[in-house]
Nanobody
Framework: QVQLVESGGGLVQAGGSLRLSCAAS????????MGWYRQAPGKQREFVAT???????RYADAVKGRFTISRDNVKNTVYLQMNSLKPEDTAVYFC?????????WGQGTQVTVSS
């Protein structure tokens, strides 16, 4: 089992920045790709960004150029640096991690961007 705990969410004004963290614990060895998804009220959960264990990244078009995903394989932690935030970025942000053909999810952290 892998446990994921997100942190770093909060309230920020449009144009501001936040940095989310997601720490993996438990059987966290050999974790593969890690990523971030988000879910706004009344909407489906959507992909934000992902990073492989080797550092290859992929982003949703909506966040490309504004968000940066990174990871520390020693700390088993993935980060999401969010700049130039917009009100439409308001959502609960979830991290996930792949290991041994299973996908694990965190509980989520709220990000609210005021206009």
């Amino acid at each position: 089992q892998v446990q994921l705990v997100e942190s770093g969410g909060g309230l920020v004004q449009a144009g501001g920045s936040l940095r989310l963290s997601c720490a993996a614990s438990g059987s966290s060895f050999s974790i593969g790709a890690m990523g971030w998804y988000r879910q706004a009220p009344g909407k489906q959960r959507e992909f934000v960004a992902t990073i492989t264990s080797g550092g290859n990244t992929r982003y949703a078009d909506a966040v490309k150029g504004r968000f940066t995903i990174s990871r520390d394989n020693v700390k088993n932690t993935v980060y999401l640096q969010m700049n130039s935030l917009k009100p439409e970025d308001t959502a609960v942000y979830f991290c996930n991690a792949a290991r041994s053909f299973s996908l694990y999810w965190g509980q989520g952290t709220q990000v609210t961007v005021s206009s």
